[in-house]
Nanobody
Framework: VQLQASGGELVQAGGSLRVSCAAS????????MGWFRQSPGKEREFVAA????????YYTDSVKGRFTISRDNAKNTVYLQMNSLKPEDTAIYYC????????????????????WGQGTQVTVSS
C-alpha cells in the first residue's frame, strides 16, 4: 500500500480544513486507517483511526468533537475533517494503514501500522 497525503495548509484559529490520503493497491478496503501528527520537538501522536468497513471511528481526546475521520473505499481515500482548529493542532499530519486487524486498545500505537504516507503540513495561526 502506498499512501499520499494532501490538503494541508495555513488556516486561522477557529477555521476548518480537510486533509486527504489517497492509497494505491488492492488492500485499502481491508486496511485499518489512521491519522497521526507530529509537531516540532514532539513525538508522533495518534489522532484518529477508522475500521476497515468505516463503521467504527476512534479519536484521541484532544480532537473529539472537532475532527472527523471518514473513508471512501471506492476511491481508496481516507479523510480527516478538522473543525474549530486551534494553534496546538499545528503539525505534520500523517496517514497510516495496517492490513492486519488492530485491537481497539492498540489503535494509537505507531508500531501497529505497516504503511505510512509522507505527511502534509497543517499550520493554525492564532
Amino acid at each position: 500500500v502506498q499512501l499520499q497525503a494532501s490538503g494541508g495548509e495555513l488556516v486561522q484559529a477557529g477555521g476548518s480544513l480537510r486533509v486527504s490520503c489517497a492509497a494505491s493497491g488492492r488492500t485499502f478496503s481491508s486496511s485499518t486507517m489512521g491519522w497521526f501528527r507530529q509537531s516540532p520537538g514532539k513525538e508522533r501522536e495518534f489522532v484518529a483511526a477508522m475500521s476497515r468497513s468505516g463503521g467504527s471511528a476512534y479519536y484521541t481526546d484532544s480532537v473529539k468533537g472537532r475532527f472527523t475521520i471518514s473513508r471512501d473505499n471506492a476511491k481508496n481515500t481516507v479523510y480527516l475533517q478538522m473543525n474549530s482548529l486551534k494553534p496546538e493542532d499545528t503539525a505534520i499530519y500523517y496517514c497510516a494503514a495496517s492490513t492486519r486487524y488492530i485491537i481497539t486498545s492498540y489503535l494509537r500505537e505507531i508500531r501497529q501500522y505497516d504503511y505510512w504516507g509522507q505527511g502534509t503540513q497543517v499550520t493554525v495561526s492564532s
